[in-house]
């Protein structure tokens, strides 16, 4: 199941239990909060990665999402009868910036706003930069929450990539002062005043839309060959033994329906066969195995890690660009 549709799937449960989620804040994260952070891959039987009443200012936020030990994101929820407004609002900026968080969302269960500094570091932003209504899924916005999944997000990282994309997206759609005098400094002879900017601000705006639109070459899917299989380079050990493999990464891996293929020894086989061949070199008379998805590694192409090549599927399935990033590597 994607992503998308995981989240379809949950917005069947809070629209039929729409009613109960008006009465309290305790039943809107029963239905809503919970199976979302699920579907984001947390854990919240794990007091390590998701802490309910969260202790802060003698106050608790309602969840925080914990990596060793701190609060990635901080969550606070509404009854889903409540429009969430400036007074919610505040409250959740004093937990943000009091946990100092890298993510707040504010949500009624069924709107689901995600909040960051992008403005000013450690003061969390009034508007919100991502917004999600479970019962009004957009596709595009989707995509951008796959980027904050337990197996992508990178509280580091994530947040700033995502001020950075935000910042060249407002000029590119609506060119600042500082962008365009840039530009105009360049080819205005004199002084740029603000009369010139103004003038020269347009043009500048055209400049980037005709070059944004010219015809490119179609690269949607990256530098994938082999008729869009990736063949990423995967190995083993096992009671000493060294093993090497090519597992092939394509854009519809799934276990259950389709098996998923490694070259092992010259030959293709499922994953699960591979990984009974290489235990079988092992110890001969072994009738079970180990689970193939944690048998394999791979080294993350963006972390450098090592880890198990569950991380590729889960990334697959829930539609995300781990894979761009293995073809850009390994093609």
């Not at 802060?56 to 925080?64: H, K």
């Not at 969430?84 to 949500?107: D, M, R």
């Not at 269960?109 to 570091?121: E, L, V």
């Not at 998805?293 to 590729?312: A, C, R, S, Y």
Request: proline share 4%.
């Amino acid at each position: 199941m994607s992503f998308f549709d995981a989240l379809n799937k949950l917005a069947e449960d809070v629209n039929q239990h729409r009613d109960k989620m008006n009465s309290s804040e305790a039943t809107t994260a029963q239905v809503s909060v919970k199976p979302f952070l699920q579907k984001l891959g947390y854990d919240t039987h794990n007091p390590d990665e998701i802490r309910e009443q969260y202790a802060i200012l003698g106050d608790a936020a309602d969840f925080a999402i914990l990596q060793e030990g701190k609060p990635i994101m901080v969550l606070e929820a509404k009854k889903a009868s409540e429009a969430l407004n400036s007074k919610h609002w505040k409250q959740l900026f004093q937990y943000f910036n009091a946990a100092e968080a890298h993510v707040g969302i504010l949500t009624n269960g069924i709107a689901y706003r995600f909040f960051a500094d992008m403005k000013k570091s450690g003061l969390m932003d009034k508007e919100p930069f991502l917004e999600i209504d479970l019962l009004n899924l957009d596709k595009q916005k989707v995509d951008v929450l796959a980027g904050f999944t337990k197996t992508r997000f990178d509280a580091e990282k994530s947040v700033r990539d995502f001020k950075l994309f935000g910042l060249v997206e407002r000029e590119l759609n609506h060119p600042s002062n500082e962008f365009v005098k840039h530009f105009a400094k360049q080819v205005h002879a004199g002084a740029v005043l603000k009369t010139v900017i103004d003038e020269y601000r347009p043009l500048v705006k055209r400049a980037i839309d005709e070059f944004v639109n010219q015809e490119t070459p179609n690269e949607d899917n990256g530098p994938i060959s082999h008729d869009g299989v990736i063949e990423v380079p995967v190995f083993a050990t096992h009671r000493g033994h060294e093993f090497e493999a090519t597992l092939l990464v394509d854009e519809v891996m799934n276990w259950h329906k389709k098996p998923v293929y490694i070259r092992f020894q010259g030959n293709r086989m499922s994953c699960t066969r591979a990984t009974l061949n290489a235990l079988h070199i092992v110890s001969p008379q072994r009738k079970t195995g180990k689970s193939a998805w944690l048998f394999w590694q791979f080294n993350h192409p963006i972390t450098g890690e090592n880890q198990p090549i569950k991380v590729i599927y889960e990334d697959v399935q829930s539609g995300g660009d781990l894979r761009q990033h293995l073809a850009a590597k390994y093609t």
